[in-house]
């Protein structure tokens, strides 16, 4: 029987799939959950030199192969282009993304080991599923060696504006790598719309039928749209169990009956923590009645903390929230609790269900699963309200639901959770049940059928031999 092989840069070890902090992480576990198959990439170990070993461990039912990174391929690779190039320009900050032709050479290396690493575990007839920026010429590194399996791409982060993407020396090289695809799915709509139009426009390739991009080669790509989701019941089980009650009566002791607006991201630039405390500052200074009533919580793990822009962040942070508890908080009130650490799952979401307010503001994110699981976790009976970033891909599908904002705007953030903060159970209860519907209508479990079901698809055409 055929089976499903997913590639992504980091497979999590036996002891990160339990408590995995990252968005991707948590998606592949959930889709492989049901489904035999392998997960294949990189053990997160750096070694002197890459000893193209390959070890095998279990995730529960789960088969993973992992191999090693020499320390130059982790800094061209995983530090270089990956994150010091493609995330920031994929965020839109051109301003933090820097190039090096060394770097993206050792990217491209990469690639090319992993797929000769990956070659003997797969058979004729499995399906390939490649996740995310950091593995974009998998697919072409894979037909150089002859492999012809059906093999898709996910992005699991924006897809830029042409504009931006060319920013980026390699552009076209990456993007005619992408044609080796079987398939290219995107977040959202408009991400989707963006590649089409680079590869349209700039490359000059012709669409057929609306979805299918013509390659120079002669190879259909289908290019889609799959937004990532969540399992609504296993969180709201989740949240609701007691794993989490002492975490919350000690949250709740100190709290003393004050509203909680809660935010939780990996620490990064993306995020726009730093606009957000400062739309938090701007609240109270602008209503003051919030003054001692109202506590914001921001848990943020560290993440890539050996890139420099990330470096700066933390320190950004930590003087922004240092600065504003240094002026507001009084003996018995602490306006912003600020987390430099992870919870149990179980725990996090507890602590969603316990909140008020979920403020998720990305400056731009691919999707953002807290958002969904901050609605997920909620009870029914008395949910809080979510305000939310107009640029993070999952308000296209809660904007009915949730006070849809725009990061960058201070007055209108504070605005925002002024209104969140006060309003009534009726209206709550109604979002709430507008954005629970759709998150029940499209699970994580429809993201991965309705991609796997495009792979299988026949594309206009059949592969040049
Ligand atoms: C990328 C894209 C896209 C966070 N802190 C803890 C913890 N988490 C979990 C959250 C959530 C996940 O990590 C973060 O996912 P996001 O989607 O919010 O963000 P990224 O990590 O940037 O993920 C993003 C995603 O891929 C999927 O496609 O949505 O746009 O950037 O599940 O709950 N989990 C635990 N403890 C923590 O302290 N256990």
Redesign the pocket.
């Known amino acids: 029987m055929s089976k499903l092989v997913i590639i992504s840069n980091r497979v999590a070890s036996a002891a990160e799939g339990k ?6 992480a ?2 592949v576990l959930d889709a492989l959950k049901r489904q035999d198959g392998l997960w294949f990439g990189w053990s997160g170990k750096v070694e002197e030199e890459a000893d193209n070993e390959v070890a095998f461990h279990r995730i529960g039912r789960i088969d993973c192969a992992t191999t090693g990174l020499s320390r130059k391929e982790y800094d061209d690779y995983y530090r270089g282009f990956s994150n010091g190039t493609l995330w920031p320009a994929f965020h839109y900050r051109i301003d933090l993304s820097r190039y090096d032709k060394r770097e993206y050479a050792g990217y491209l290396a990469v690639n090319e080991r992993m797929a000769r690493l990956l070659q003997p575990l797969v058979d004729p007839d499995d399906r390939l599923w490649v996740h995310d920026y950091h593995m974009i010429p998998f697919a072409r590194a894979c037909r150089r060696l002859g492999m012809r399996n059906r093999i898709g791409f996910f992005l ?2 924006p897809f830029p504006a042409e504009g931006v993407l060319r920013t980026i020396p390699p552009n076209r090289d990456l993007v005619q790598a992408m044609c080796d695809y079987d398939l290219l799915g995107f ?1 959202t709509r408009g991400d989707a719309r963006c590649f089409l139009d680079y590869a349209t426009r700039h490359l000059g390739l012709p669409l057929e039928n609306g979805s299918v991009l013509r390659c120079a080669n002669g190879h259909g790509v289908r290019v889609g749209h799959y937004p ?1 989701g969540i399992l609504p019941e296993d969180i709201q089980e989740q949240a609701g169990s007691n794993r989490g009650a002492h975490l919350v009566a000690t949250l709740k002791e100190g709290l003393q009956e004050r509203k909680l607006v809660i935010s ?3 620490l ?1 630039y ?1 995020k726009g923590m730093v606009e957000r405390f400062n739309a938090y500052e701007r609240l109270l200074e602008s209503v003051p009645s919030h003054r001692g009533k109202v506590s914001l919580l921001q ?1 943020a ?1 560290s993440s890539r903390s050996d890139v420099e822009g990330y470096r700066h962040i933390r320190r950004q942070l930590e003087s922004t929230a240092g600065h504003i508890n240094a002026r507001w908080t009084e003996l018995s009130w602490t306006p912003i609790r600020y987390m430099n ?5 179980a725990e ?1 979401l507890s602590l969603f269900r316990a909140s008020q307010v979920g403020f998720v503001t990305p400056l731009r ?6 958002a969904k ?1 901050y609605v997920a976790a909620q009870d029914e009976e008395d949910p809080g309200a979510l305000v939310l970033s107009e640029f ?3 308000a296209d599908e809660l904007s009915d639901g949730a006070i849809i904002v725009n990061p960058y705007d201070l007055d209108a953030m504070a605005r925002a959770l002024d209104r969140a903060l006060g309003m009534p159970l009726a209206e709550r209860k109604e979002r709430h049940g507008v954005m629970l519907r759709g998150l029940r209508e499209h699970s994580i479990r429809e993201w991965r059928d309705r991609f796997l079901a495009d792979l299988d698809r026949p594309s206009a055409d059949a592969r040049p031999t």
């Open positions: 408590r995995s902090a990252g968005g991707l948590v998606g699991h982060i977040q990532i939780v991201d990996r990064d993306s848990i793990p650490r992870t919870y149990e799952r996090l994110d691919g999707m953002n699963l807290v699981e993070a891909g999952a």
